[in-house]
């Protein structure tokens, strides 16, 4: 039996009629940009995880940008990002006209060194911090970090591309933070039926100028009061984003359940599994195996291509070795852990409504691979 890295077509009953009948609505109004649709995904969003203002956008990587842009983030300016990361948060500092240095990883969690990030912005002194909430959970150290960039003067930027539905110490991941991002990309764990993005904050100010940025800086109609572009999210996708969201408890409750399930019974045949820091409740977005053994990895990955497994190396390589990188970094702070998470990652299947016999299958094929 093959088992796809992940399912993209796994609704719940009745889900795309409602949805079509919901485009047809929009497409006999000629409702395309704006309406209904999309301040009612924004005001749902709002209520789930427990901020002020969500402002929706074309994708992540706009919403990184407009962040930045919306703290005064630009040409000349320093901002720390993670090594281990995805390009997204690199190359949003790079076209915002801000200068990126590099952050190493915390080898427990995947986030970012604490004591790194404390040395660069000492010596770099910074306008901001972006940190990204990884593979479905957040730093240990989250409270600490955001102290630190208080005290420092620094704004924090909190990518949360694989964090929706995430909680810390029963709240909201998003809900404390000076703002947050979001990706609706459709692998995310709320995915649109293509791009999509957001950003959080509960900062009057924040949010109207990155409403503003995001719709050629207008004031009015024809009033442009600021250099912006155009970012915005389409009313049939806010469409598709608002079903998924009445949803969005199960399919948070069914990625935690496999996401277990690996937790659980990776251990007992060998493989170190990466787990959720203390007080956080995952949305199950992704499962991280640990596999230090290079020949060991291979063989594994060998044998789940052959039967037909899914796998992913989320992330596998770092942001400052990156060829893209060279000659703009400002340089690199702390160790190698994430490039040692890079070299030893493993991603198995993780999806809504994952079948006991799929992941049995999953934990099956790994097995053989270990013991030939």
Not at 33 to 43: D, K, W
Not at 208 to 227: D, F, V
Not at 264 to 282: R, W
Not at 334 to 352: M, R, T, W
């Amino acid at each position: 039996m093959k088992v796809p890295f992940i399912d993209l077509k796994r609704f719940e009953n009745g889900f795309l009629e409602v949805l079509n009948a919901e485009f047809q609505q929009i497409n006999a109004n000629a409702q395309f940009i704006g309406g209904n649709a999309v301040s009612q995904f924004e005001n749902k969003c709002k209520e789930f995880l427990g901020v002020s203002y969500c402002i929706s956008c074309a994708n992540g990587t706009d919403a990184i940008q407009l962040a930045l842009r919306a703290l005064g983030v630009g040409r000349g300016d320093i901002v720390l990002v993670p090594n281990l990361t995805f390009w997204a948060s690199f190359e949003a500092v790079v076209n915002v006209g801000a200068e990126p240095a590099t952050i190493d990883a915390e080898l427990s969690d995947g986030g970012i060194s604490v004591q790194a990030l404390d040395e660069a912005i000492r010596l770099l002194k910074p306008k901001a911090v972006i940190i990204a909430h990884l593979y479905g959970w957040g730093s240990a150290r989250l409270f600490e970090i955001r102290s630190l960039c208080i005290e420092r003067g620094v704004f924090l930027v909190e990518d949360g591309a694989q964090s929706f539905g995430t909680r810390y110490e029963g709240k909201s991941i998003y809900q404390n933070a000076l703002v947050a991002t979001c990706s609706f990309y459709p692998a995310k764990v709320l995915g649109g039926a293509g791009d999509g993005g957001a950003i959080f904050t509960n900062d009057i100010e924040i949010a109207e100028r990155i409403r503003s940025l995001g719709n050629h800086g207008r004031t009015s109609h024809y009033g442009h009061g600021l250099i912006g572009w155009n970012s915005r999210l389409d009313s049939l996708q806010a469409s598709f984003l608002n079903l998924s969201l009445n949803y969005i408890n199960q399919r948070i409750l069914s990625r935690q359940q496999s996401a277990k399930y690996y937790q659980l019974s990776l251990p007992k045949i060998g493989i170190e599994v990466m787990l959720p820091p203390k007080d956080y409740d995952e949305n199950g977005y992704c499962n991280v195996c640990l596999i230090k053994d290079k020949k060991l990895k291979f063989k594994i990955e060998s044998k789940l291509k052959l039967e037909g497994i899914g796998f992913a190396n989320i992330y596998p390589g770092v942001m400052s070795k990156q060829k893209g990188a060279e000659g703009i970094t400002k340089g690199h702070f702390g160790g190698i852990s994430a490039e040692n998470i890079c070299e030893s990652v493993l991603n198995l299947p993780l999806f809504p409504y994952m079948h006991c016999n799929e992941l049995e299958r999953v934990l099956e094929v790994i097995s053989s691979a270990i013991r030939k």
